[in-house]
């Protein structure tokens, strides 16, 4: 099973991000800008076998097309997460703080067509990596590695939410591992790095997704590691500030990045889920092994007095949740070239004391241990409970319907 970050982790195939994912296609909206949009290819869904063999030429094609990225280096202050205080030099400023035009279709990977009653929207994870001497520390808008990064990513973990929601995900300059690294190691987490251009991208995508897509529906607001990082700012920020939005907000799956206790504390309209179909809360979950624990390993994305819900049994305790309560993960079959539902032995207990979820799948842990200690399922966070997670979007949208 590739997830994402292993993939984009070994650059040399970094296209294999497209080998996991539907036909990308070109298609022309009325003003003749061009946008990606898989739900137009009528490939139908992840949970049939996808065989994207033909489609590895096509997808570096894909997207808004290659542009010289930027060297600034962007920090935020504490205080706002959304003003730029350094760059090298005023003409690089303005090319990173130039805002993103969400208006425009082609910085949008996917735009939907609206035939469900609830929405999400969609952040990804970190996919340009940054991490050579002379790369940017942040990826252009169309940065290649990070579009045909979402290519992948969209079928192995936003199409979680497609069978049940209209799925919007805009594209957005974000932070490499390189620059994120940094952050993390000065100061204990990625916010410095993530408060600028990433989050302000974001919310510019939230500001045109509400004004001119949402039309009063109900929504989702889902991500993966760096993305939900920015979700939890979001959440943190953006919905105190449009709590009008924040009341039709279903539920927040914010895996892959710690939700601390201090995070609660700090700003308690946040509502940390308690069950299976509780709503209007944060759904969240880091994914390791027995060696991660047991080491107390560093890990990137795992911060001090973490919570977690179990994402088989839906509890804050340690109750176990033996293999036999997942609905099936997600894999891709190297010698089918494709993806499909299968048993990876995934179980999962929670680890109160570090907060994370322990799960003794049959899958490789994510190769950086550097950033993830030696055995973290960080890039399997969706995949190994794939199926269990598109049944847990379902019903926390039924209790949302039944209580309006």
């Given at each position: 099973?590739?997830?994402l ?15 996991i ?53 962007v ?9 730029v ?5 005023d ?15 082609y ?12 929405d ?10 940054g ?6 520390d ?5 940065n ?8 992948g990513?969209?079928?192995?973990q ?16 974000q ?10 190691k ?13 989050y302000g991208?974001?919310c ?10 949402n ?7 889902a ?7 920015i ?16 009341e039709?907000?279903?539920a ?5 990045y ?32 027995e060696e991660?624990?047991?080491t107390?390993a560093?890990?990137?994305v ?18 176990y ?24 032995g ?5 680890d ?11 899958c ?7 950033f ?12 190994l ?12 949208i039924?209790a ?5």
């Amino acid at each position: 099973m590739k997830g994402l970050w292993r993939v984009a982790a070994l650059g040399a195939v970094a296209a294999a991000a497209a080998v996991i994912a539907y036909k990308c296609v070109e298609w022309q909206t009325e003003d003749g800008a061009k946008n990606i949009s898989p739900e137009s290819t009528g490939a139908g869904t992840a949970d049939e076998a996808v065989n994207p063999e033909a489609i590895v030429e096509e997808a570096s094609e894909c997207g808004t097309g290659a542009a010289e990225e930027t060297s600034a280096e962007v920090e935020a202050t504490e205080e706002t997460c959304d003003s730029v205080s350094s760059v090298t030099s005023d003409a690089e400023a303005a090319s990173v703080v130039e805002k993103v035009d969400y208006s425009k279709p082609y910085n949008w990977y996917q735009i939907p067509r609206v035939t469900k009653d609830v929405d999400t929207f969609y952040i990804y994870s970190t996919l340009y990596m940054g991490l050579n001497e002379g790369d940017a520390d942040y990826a252009t808008i169309d940065n290649p590695e990070m579009v045909q990064g979402v290519v992948g990513e969209y079928v192995t973990q936003a199409s979680a939410y497609e069978d049940a929601t209209n799925l919007y995900v805009p594209y957005y300059r974000q932070a490499g591992m390189g620059v994120g690294g940094k952050a993390w190691k000065e100061t204990g987490n990625i916010d410095r790095a993530i408060c600028g251009v990433p989050y302000g991208d974001i919310c510019a995508a939230l500001d045109y997704y509400f004004e001119n897509y949402n039309e009063g529906r109900p929504f989702i607001l889902a991500g993966h590691s760096q993305g939900s990082a920015i979700a939890k700012l979001v959440l943190k920020g953006y919905f105190k500030e449009h709590p009008a939005y924040y009341e039709r907000m279903v539920a927040a799956y914010l895996i892959g990045y710690s939700v601390t206790k201090e995070d609660l504390e700090e700003y308690p309209h946040l509502k940390f889920a308690t069950g299976e179909a509780d709503t209007g809360v944060i759904v969240s979950w880091n994914t390791e092994g027995e060696e991660n624990v047991a080491t107390n390993a560093t890990n990137f994305v795992v911060l001090p007095n973490e919570i977690s819900i179990n994402p088989l049994n839906w509890k804050l305790d340690d109750t176990y949740a033996p293999a036999s309560e997942n609905l099936g993960s997600l894999v891709f079959n190297e010698s089918a070239f494709e993806c499909q539902i299968g048993d990876m032995g995934a179980d999962a207990q929670i680890d109160l004391e570090r907060g994370v979820v322990v799960t003794h799948a049959t899958c490789e842990p994510i190769a950086m241990p550097e950033f993830f200690g030696p055995e973290s399922f960080h890039d399997d966070d969706y995949t190994l409970y794939y199926n269990n997670i598109k049944d847990n979007v379902a019903k926390r949208i039924a209790a949302y319907q039944e209580n309006q």
